[in-house]
């Protein structure tokens, strides 16, 4: 079974920027299709960031691109969202999870594990 948890959440003001991590374990990190998402009060789950490592494709929501990074540490067995130049519509509590095959974007639906979350406030 996938075990994720979240880490690095936490206030920050606008402008600023954030880490978030996402520890891994219980399978082979590499060959999964990993992403965060991030859902926020009276708001559907969405997508953010996703990674495949077979081909190194990377692929993210419209709302974060050119403010968002995904990335990962093999070693560690950690997933990475750095996020810069946050704002707050950013406020949510954000999620990492796993795809068990190639999902349909960055669809909570194809995802099957999923961390607990960490919160990410930002205040004007």
């Known amino acids: 079974q996938v075990q994720l948890m979240e880490s690095g959440g936490g206030s920050v003001q606008a402008g600023g920027s954030l880490r978030l991590s996402c520890a891994a374990s219980?399978?082979?990190?590499?060959?999964?299709?990993m992403g965060w998402f991030r859902q926020a009060p009276g708001k559907e789950r969405e997508g953010v960031a996703g990674?495949?490592?077979?081909?190194?494709?990377?692929y993210y929501a419209d709302s974060v691109k050119g403010r968002c990074t995904i990335s990962q540490d093999n070693a560690k067995n950690t997933l990475y969202l750095q996020m810069n130049r946050l704002k707050p519509e950013d406020t949510a509590l954000y999620y990492c999870?796993?795809?068990?095959?190639?999902?349909?974007?960055?669809?909570?639906?194809?995802?099957?594990?999923w961390g607990q979350g960490t919160q990410v406030p930002v205040s004007s």
């Open positions: 999870a796993a795809a068990p095959g190639a999902p349909h974007g960055l669809i909570p639906y194809d995802y099957n594990a």
């Open positions: 219980g399978y082979t990190y590499s060959s999964y299709y």
């Open positions: 990674i495949y490592r077979g081909s190194g494709s990377t």
